[in-house]
């Protein structure tokens, strides 16, 4: 407008009406009184930003139509535009800005749109979100106790990312065990693991240590660094220069504007962060720890974090063995920080290689033998590949050429409670070798080494003592089997049947004048048995008052 009323007296125009020169505003460009327009950020999440601010007032609040919301994102030009209406009722306004991006910086300002004039206001902030999985996810082995984890950055880092957690966790082997099974008649199948070349990788600094880098990786991350700075204040110059109006030193004629430009306030504006700050404190997993086997160094579960890399070698495993390996990215925390800092676990499972010798079996000894057969005991491998399935028992003959093997199979549950023995049962008269494997869940081990033994020839004397020992034998079942038809026979005799008298009432008993009391008689021998009892030849004594036999 100042320089309007310049133009006036340079050329000495006057009567200039308000319809040729409007006083408060040049066209739609450009204000010609700016007035700040306070605009807070109360909610932000990690894809929505809601904005607040007071209705603006006016000193004919007909002429506020509105407010126009333009929002930029970082470093790009391209600038999308909301409506948002007025409601004269209302004394705040709250407006969302979705579809945002995670951690991405962006810059807005609020325009009123009136009839004659408009204000803004410009701000800047920066979405947080914890950043997505790590991608190609890789766990390869090449020995026995060691497991290699590679992987790629996420697709979507939301920040900068600072460090990773890689955790794991051991696998029982009693899960590939099955009671019910016979293994002997249903053999497990193993597939072999072939060894894959990997170069051990040096283990990731520790957190209290220097995270500095030499040679072209060092190169490589400060060229990042002055890339996103540069961008950043590429993008604060231009949004300076078209959000905000640079004003000219004030005349005699207008009102005093000290200010050179109008200064954005920066209460809510984030910068970018700096990756050389120090890295954030590790994030502890609650579910998974350190913790080794009892009296070993070998883990059960761990968890590291790691730092500008994106492999690991993890080593002092447990042989032939699965493990469920887990990775993390974490990101950069920042000024209210909602979010969490980690993402989600990408998992892999993956089993060490077996462990070369540990299911051989050692110490295979003959307890007892005697006529046919033999007793033999070994001991159990320490610590096998995985859970013992069954052992085979291979013998055979020596002193006959191109004598075939015998293997005898036994399952783990045919032993007894911890003594590890068998019985070798029927073998013929000879010299004999003999051999123990064990087949586990890596397959088949290798054989114990040879033991010999020599069943003899049985001798005549031994089959007369084995023919008299038989014919006792033979004597001793049939005397009693006799003695037991015997002893039924006469239980047999024994018995009585009884019958049931109908003639026979209940009544007072009188004796007949035939009836003879029971010690007047003497029995002397039994003549027969009828149906009502025995007949016994007899004495009587005194019958019917008579002395004498």
Request: some cysteine; overall charge neutral; charged content about 25%.
């Amino acid at each position: 407008m100042d320089k309007i009323e310049k133009l006036e007296r340079m050329f000495n125009l006057k009567d200039v009406s308000d319809l040729e020169v409007a006083p408060n505003s040049n066209g739609d460009k450009i204000a010609c009184n700016v007035t700040n327009l306070k605009v807070e950020i109360p909610t932000i999440g990690s894809q929505v930003v809601q904005l607040q601010w007071d209705q603006f007032k006016m000193d004919d609040q007909r002429k506020l139509l509105g407010y126009i919301i333009y929002c930029i994102e970082a470093p790009y030009k391209i600038w999308w535009v909301k409506d948002v209406p007025y409601h004269e009722n209302e004394p705040k306004v709250y407006q969302l800005l979705p579809n945002l991006k995670p951690y991405t910086q962006y810059a807005f300002y609020v325009k009123t749109y009136t009839i004659v004039e408009e204000k803004s206001e410009g701000q800047e902030h920066r979405v947080k979100f914890m950043p997505s999985s790590p991608q190609n996810l890789q766990v390869n082995s090449n020995s026995s106790d060691s497991l290699k984890i590679t992987w790629l950055p996420p697709a979507r880092p939301n920040g900068n990312i600072t460090h990773y957690i890689i955790s794991g966790k051991k696998h029982s082997n009693g899960d590939m065990y099955s009671k019910d099974r016979n293994y002997c008649k249903d053999p497990p199948t193993t597939k072999p693991l072939t060894p894959q070349i990997i170069q051990p990788t040096s283990p990731p600094k520790n957190e209290s240590q220097c995270n500095c880098v030499d040679g072209s990786q060092g190169s490589r991350v400060s060229s990042v660094n002055e890339i996103e700075e540069r961008n950043r204040i590429k993008f604060e110059d231009e949004l300076q220069n078209q959000v905000y109006v640079k004003r000219q030193p004030a005349t005699p004629i207008l009102r005093d504007r000290s200010a050179d430009r109008m200064k954005r306030d920066t209460s809510t504006s984030l910068a970018f962060p700096n990756s050389n700050e120090s890295h954030p404190q590790t994030i502890k997993n609650s579910e998974i720890q350190n913790v080794t086997e009892n009296g070993t160094d070998i883990w059960v579960s761990f968890s590291f974090p790691v730092y500008r890399t994106t492999e690991f070698f993890i080593q002092k495993l447990h042989h032939f063995t699965y493990y469920d390996i887990n990775v993390q990215a974490c990101r950069e925390i920042v000024h209210d920080d909602t979010e969490s800092s980690c993402s989600s676990t990408s998992m892999q499972t993956k089993r060490t290689m077996k462990k070369p010798n540990a299911d051989d079996i050692s110490k295979v000894h003959i307890t007892n033998q005697s006529l046919d057969t033999v007793t033999i005991e070994w001991e159990q491998p320490k610590d096998p590949n995985g859970i013992i399935f069954t052992i085979s028992v291979q013998y055979k003959r020596v002193d006959i050429e191109n004598a075939k093997p015998t293997t005898e199979c036994i399952t783990s549950k045919d032993f007894k409670k911890g003594k590890m023995d068998y019985t070798i049962k029927k073998l013929f008269p000879g010299n004999y070798s003999l051999r123990v494997m064990a087949t586990t869940s890596a397959g088949e081990g290798q054989y114990s080494p040879y033991i010999y033994f020599y069943i003899k020839e049985p001798t005549p004397y031994t089959m007369v003592v084995v023919v008299i020992v038989l014919i006792i034998f033979f004597v001793v079942m049939v005397f009693i089997c006799w003695l037991y038809r015997k002893h039924q026979k006469e239980r047999e005799n024994m018995r009585l049947i009884q019958s049931v008298n109908p003639e026979y009432v209940p009544s007072v008993y009188i004796p007949d004048e035939w009836e003879v009391p029971r010690k007047k008689i003497e029995l002397i021998k039994e003549l027969g048995q009828g149906s009502f009892g025995m007949v016994w030849e007899g004495l009587a004594h005194d019958i019917r008052g008579k002395t004498g036999n």
